[in-house]
T-cell receptor
Framework: GAGVSQTPSNKVTEKGKYVELRCDPISGHTALYWYRQSLGQGPEFLIYFQGTGAADDSGLPNDRFFAVRPEGSVSTLKIQRTERGDSAVYLC?????????????????FGPGTRLTVL | KQEVTQIPAALSVPEGENLVLNCSFTDSAIYNLQWFRQDPGKGLTSLLLIQSSQREQTSGRLNASLDKSSGRSTLYIAASQPGDSATYLCAEKGGGADGLTFGKGTHLIIQP
């Protein structure tokens, strides 16, 4: 079946602009996560959705970052007034409903990422 | 803040060798640990997931172990192949956290 997809694959913008990054999770997965990966580092957690609600946004670096998931499927990560330090690969992951029975519950499946470059 | 450390940062071995990648974590309330592979410019591919109640998981030539008491996990790769060349990341999910905490990865090169 189809995996997690993310669009665009690459985004180049100018400092101060607004960007939106989209994530399509695996069909039926109710949990959705956003991470940010800088060069040479492991991904860092940003925000977690269970269904439509942001259950944990403790990883968002500041109030310029916001994410929505209005219908419990597709999610959009929004960054206002972009800064050069926001340049990174933004990864999205999904997993089956947290706590669901089965040996692989909570396994997270990642999309290919969006490479954001802020000039 | 929980931390995950991976040693070594880079490893180069001849094709055919068996090898072990190490991961240590500080979270004593770990919920599960997941190993990923990342190819250059690509996303993460899940390799193995070990629940806190398990000691190991196997998939093909890969075997991952988990020792909660010592805060360590290992990924064993048997009969390495050039196609195994990639960065390998381990990540733990704590009982009190929703996201994964990742190490920086081990960059593995298998020489033909």
């Amino acid at each position: 079946g189809a995996g997690v997809s993310q669009t665009p694959s690459n985004k180049v913008t100018e400092k101060g602009k607004y960007v939106e990054l989209r994530c399509d999770p695996i069909s039926g997965h109710t949990a959705l996560y956003w991470y940010r990966q800088s060069l040479g580092q492991g991904p860092e957690f940003l925000i977690y959705f269970q269904g439509t609600g942001a259950a944990d946004d403790s990883g968002l670096p500041n109030d310029r970052f916001f994410a929505v998931r209005p219908e419990g499927s597709v999610s959009t990560l929004k960054i206002q007034r972009t800064e050069r330090g926001d340049s990174a690969v933004y990864l999205c992951a999904s997993s089956p409903r947290v706590g669901e029975a089965g040996g692989s519950y909570n396994e997270q499946f990642f999309g290919p990422g969006t490479r954001l470059t802020v000039l | 803040k929980q931390e995950v450390t991976q040693i070594p940062a880079a490893l180069s071995v001849p094709e055919g060798e068996n090898l072990v990648l190490n991961c240590s974590f500080t979270d004593s309330a770990i919920y599960n640990l997941q190993w990923f592979r990342q190819d250059p410019g690509k996303g993460l591919t899940s390799l193995l997931l070990i629940q806190s109640s398990q000691r190991e998981q196997t998939s093909g030539r890969l075997n991952a172990s988990l020792d909660k008491s010592s805060g360590r996990s290992t990924l064993y790769i048997a009969a390495s192949q050039p196609g195994d060349s990639a960065t390998y990341l381990c990540a733990e999910k704590g009982g009190g956290a929703d996201g994964l905490t990742f190490g920086k990865g081990t960059h593995l090169i298998i020489q033909p």
